[in-house]
């Protein structure tokens, strides 16, 4: 079993930043990559960013130049920094381990940034 648990989440102003944070424990092995998606009220889930274990990093349109992920492997840690927030940043934000075969998520963190 693999766990994931974030924090970071919360209310900000426009403009103003938060970094997410995802620790994993349990089963964590032959993990492709690593990644943050969000749900937006009304809106269906989308990928903000993804870090593979090369480090490759790839991003959505709307965050590009904003968010930056990385990840400290030697403590099973995924990071998603996110700068100049707008207010259309707002939603729930989930962490997802990607392995081959399944993929695990967290419980999620809301992120909320008021105008």
């Known amino acids: 079993q693999v766990h994931l648990v974030e924090s970071g989440g919360g209310l900000v102003q426009a403009g103003e930043s938060l970094r997410l944070s995802c620790a994993a424990s349990g089963s964590i092995f032959n993990i492709n990559a690593m990644a943050w998606y969000r749900q937006a009220p009304g809106k269906q889930r989308e990928l903000v960013a993804r870090i593979s274990n090369g480090g490759t990093t790839r991003y959505a349109d709307s965050v590009k130049g904003r968010f930056t992920i990385s990840r400290d492997n030697d403590k099973n840690t995924a990071y998603l920094q996110m700068n100049s927030l707008k207010p259309e940043d707002t939603a729930v934000y989930y962490c997802?381990?990607?392995?081959?075969?399944?993929?695990?998520w967290g419980q999620g963190t809301q992120v909320t940034v008021s105008s």
């Open positions: 997802v381990l990607i392995r081959i075969g399944q993929d695990y």
